[in-house]
């Protein structure tokens, strides 16, 4: 096994740490390491995952309060490496809110936390995120403010740059323009609300996600 | 140093769905009240500072709208500021 080692942030309120921890190491045999948000250290990594969950209690606005600890300080130039940086779910909406990635995710339109699988078109190659034999995946979302939102000049921002990576097929949240996770300019940061972890084993029902967490180690 | 109250509202701009405002249209009408238009939803911030002058207390202020309080990409805010005496 390389040494390539996968850091997995992990907030006060981070849920999703340990899942990410059993699909990385349990089934792809991907070294982990769990890195405390209040270290700004994260030279021993080569890739980071900011998983799921409910940082600093969602307080004020969903992954608001996560974007000032001294990690996502950090985080900064270990992008500009080139190194990549997934936010899952809770991640995805640190991300926007650090402005890594354009957006913001709000309250679903029907109110519901939504716990389901959910139908997605792949929409970029760019970074190689995604199994481009494929068109579509199946990921399961667990949710209560996963609705992306932007105004139609992000729309034709994100659109001419090719930085949509996923869309609903069904929207269960009201997202602008069926958005489920983007990326930056360089392709290296991914935001999903749907969480590929947790189908990375079919007799847990669906291993889709399994391409996306291993493309971790292996895009160059 | 002097000491300064600011109260900031944050609200959702116009053109983001506030659906929880629309669930409590919907009780409003459901306890009999007819003819509200429109109902939104958003947050009060109650802050007392210290500074020199309210040049500077402002500058706080908006220092923390800009950075913390809003997410600007999803809502607006404005602020009363005034001095207080203890």
């Keep these: 096994m390389s040494n390539f080692t996968v850091g997995i942030v992990v907030f006060p309120g981070s849920n999703c740490d340990r899942d990410m921890l059993w699909a990385l190491e349990g089934c792809l045999g991907i070294k982990t390491k769990f890195i405390w948000h209040e270290s700004s250290d994260i030279s021993g990594v080569d890739s980071i995952v900011l998983p799921g969950g409910f940082s600093y209690g969602d307080y004020l606005r969903c992954g608001a309060v996560a974007r000032f600890s001294p990690l996502i300080n950090s985080l900064d130039d270990f992008v500009k490496t080139g190194r990549r940086v997934i936010g899952i779910c809770n991640g995805f909406q640190i991300l926007t809110e650090s402005g890594f990635l354009p957006g913001a995710l709000t309250t679903n339109k029907n109110l519901d936390f939504i716990c389901n699988d959910c139908e997605l078109e792949i929409i970029t190659s760019k970074g190689s995120w995604f199994n481009s034999s494929n068109n579509k995946i199946n990921l399961p979302i667990a949710h209560g403010e996963g609705r992306y939102f932007c105004d139609e000049d992000t729309f034709k921002e994100l659109s001419d740059n090719d930085l949509i990576a996923l869309r609903y097929l069904s929207n269960p949240n009201g997202s602008s323009y069926d958005i489920a996770g983007v990326i930056n300019k360089e392709g290296n940061v991914l935001g999903l609300m749907p969480h590929p972890e947790r189908a990375c084993d079919s007799t847990l029902g669906g291993n889709d996600g399994l391409f996306t967490l291993k493309s971790l180690i292996e895009f160059s | ?86």
């Design chain 2, 1 to 86: 140093m002097n000491q300064f109250e600011a109260k900031v509202s944050i609200r959702l701009r116009p053109s983001v769905l506030d659906p929880a405002g629309e669930a409590i249209k919907s009780a409003a009408s459901k306890l009999g009240v007819e003819g509200i238009n429109s109902l939104r939803i958003g947050k009060l911030i109650e802050v007392n500072l210290e500074a020199k002058e309210e040049k500077e207390a402002k500058e706080k202020i908006e220092l923390l709208c800009d950075r913390l309080f809003a997410n600007k990409v999803i809502e607006d805010f404005d602020y009363d500021l005034k001095e207080v005496n203890e």
